[in-house]
């Protein structure tokens, strides 16, 4: 700096700047910016990537299942006879697991559903069991809305014309009693011990009887946890 004596006025001579703010924080900017579009474009694709199949069929991200689908996946399966490789060729956009896991679904549905038996049913049951023996798949085809399970569990448990309703006696008590300590719940095989009587029945009279009336314990279903 130059001071003139004469006049006091005040000179300011250019000086050596030691920081450059303009030529050194608008490249870091850039660099950092540059920095972030690239890990961008790196990712972008990554986010964006279409997974398939082993068929080539794009894998669905959860979608929904539309009522038309369902009918599709329904008449399908009936019509190629569960052969998925050929079902999945009219369902675009899904694969052979999520069909065959929607069609399960469907049939669990079926099994939750309460339903009364008829009479009506009952006699078409008794009649295709004469005719097709335990060929329950088949039985159940004449009886719509129930499954094979359904249908064997109903003739074998409840209108089996073999089956008596009888009441139990101390006899057919000790010997599930004893039969259960020997090997334990296997109901098919005490059943076969007792005149008439279903696997169903003698699990039912072991739980809420047996136990209840020769040892004290109760049905594992009905305790209440402590």
Avoid at 18 to 46: C, D, G, M, R, Y
Avoid at 181 to 197: D, E, F, P, Q, T
Wanted: overall charge positive; glycine content about 4%; charged content about 30%.
């Amino acid at each position: 700096m130059y001071i003139n004596q004469t006049n006091p006025i005040y000179y300011f001579v250019p000086y050596y700047l030691p920081f450059q703010f303009n030529s050194v924080v608008p490249q870091e900017i850039v660099k950092a910016e540059l920095h972030s579009e690239s890990e961008k474009e790196q990712t972008k694709p990554l986010n964006d990537e279409i997974h398939t199949n082993a068929s080539g069929i794009v894998r669905g991200k959860g979608q929904l299942w539309t009522q038309k689908e369902i009918n599709n996946l329904i008449s399908y399966y009936k019509k190629y006879k569960g052969n998925w490789k050929q079902i999945i060729k009219h369902l675009k956009g899904r694969n052979i697991s999520q069909c065959s896991q929607k069609y399960r679904k469907l049939q669990n549905q079926e099994k939750r559903t309460k339903r009364k038996w008829s009479c009506a049913e009952d006699e078409i049951l008794i009649d295709a069991y004469k005719e097709f023996g335990k060929q329950w798949i088949k039985i159940s085809k004449k009886l719509p809305g129930r499954t094979s399970k359904q249908v064997r569990d109903r003739y074998v448990n409840q209108i089996d014309p073999s089956i008596t309703h009888e009441e139990w006696s101390t006899e057919e008590d000790r010997i599930i009693l004893e039969e259960y300590k020997k090997g334990g719940a296997k109901w098919a095989v005490i059943s076969k011990m007792l005149k008439n009587r279903s696997e169903n029945q003698v699990k039912n009279r072991f739980y809420y009887t047996i136990l209840k009336k020769y040892q004290g314990e109760q049905h594992p279903y009905l305790k209440v946890q402590q």
